[in-house]
């Protein structure tokens, strides 16, 4: 069936894998047809027996395809060549063209900065290609690919793939042989943002922090929150948590005691920050409330 189907080398085997399995509706079809006579108890005890052992098996077959099987086809497909690099003087290299890399370079094309898009995913470049997003298809963790895409001339590079391991090994690549290279780092975790400064990264952006305060802003303000003092407790909010992550960054990984002690000194200390804020907003505005009370009275 698979063969008929056309599916890839890779896929047969899951196919087979998968279609080996039993379903839970043979549990009902088999007491239905015992009840109605089509089945004697026997034959029926025998096949609910078959399907629960199918189903059994099913993830055991499943771990070997993905460590057996796979790997074999893996070990024998062809490894697709980089693309010929034609923009090799460009100011910003760019690794990854995903959801958060493809914004950035966009944005950076559109105000005129040139920009190399490197990616490691073909499929993804095919994609946007068609688009009109252009990038080239290569591993940024190859010193020979980046030499190609001109790092050596380039001013800034910008890491967006979301494979923290990969992102980790860019990072040094670039500060052992392009040490003239501004790094702006996406990062997706906190650990990976501790791990990037670490490695003296300092230009760190987790990728869903600016969204959450943005949306908690409109929160606020949907809450009856005045627009600008939502605005101002987002603002002490990153400014806050920005100075917690790279204080943070710089304790031992194996203290786990002493980086829960922080973390609650930093979650009150924000608290505290922002209580602090508010009684200075609100003795402003009673200050200027009595301010126009007088000079109605005047």
């Known amino acids: 069936m698979s063969r008929y189907s056309r599916l890839e080398p890779t896929q047969r085997y899951l196919f ?18 015992t009840q109605n006579g089509v089945f ?37 497909l062809p490894e697709r060549e980089p693309d010929e690099i034609e923009e090799r003087d460009n100011p910003v290299l760019v690794a990854g063209v995903g959801r958060f890399g493809h914004i950035v370079a966009r944005l950076l094309r559109l105000n005129g900065y040139g920009t190399t898009v490197l990616d490691h995913d ?15 298809y290569g591993d940024a963790t190859r010193l020979d690919l980046l030499q190609t895409a001109g790092a050596e001339r380039a001013k800034l590079f910008v890491i967006t793939i979301d494979q923290e391991e990969q992102a980790l090994k860019i990072v040094d690549l670039i500060h052992e042989h392009f ?16 791990e990037l400064l670490r490695r003296g990264v300092q230009h760190v952006y987790r990728e869903t922090f600016a969204s959450a305060v943005d949306l908690s802003v409109d929160a606020l303000v949907a ?24 204080e943070m960054a710089q304790l031992d990984t194996e203290d786990m005691k002493g980086y829960v002690s922080m973390a609650r000194l930093h979650i009150a200390n924000l608290e505290n920050a922002l209580a602090s ?11 200027a409330r009595d301010a126009g009370a007088d000079a109605s009275a005047s």
């Open 16 to 33: 087979a894998f998968a279609l080996a399995q039993g379903g839970e509706f043979a549990f009902v079809l088999c007491s239905f047809a």
């Open 40 to 76: 004697t108890s026997d034959m029926a005890n025998l096949l609910v027996v078959t399907v629960a052992l199918t189903m059994a098996a099913a993830p055991i077959l499943m771990t070997i395809n993905e460590r057996l099987v796979q790997p074999r086809f893996a070990s024998v």
């Open 122 to 136: 073909a499929e993804q470049v095919e994609t946007l290609g068609r688009y009109g997003i252009k990038s080239y």
């Open 179 to 194: 040490p003239q290279l501004r790094i702006l780092a996406r990062a997706t975790s906190r650990q990976h943002a501790y």
């Open 223 to 246: 809450l009856g929150l005045p627009k600008h003092r939502a605005q101002r407790a987002a603002q002490l909010f990153r400014e806050h948590e920005d100075a917690s992550v790279r």
């Open 277 to 287: 804020d508010k009684d200075v907003f609100q003795h402003s505005a009673d200050a």
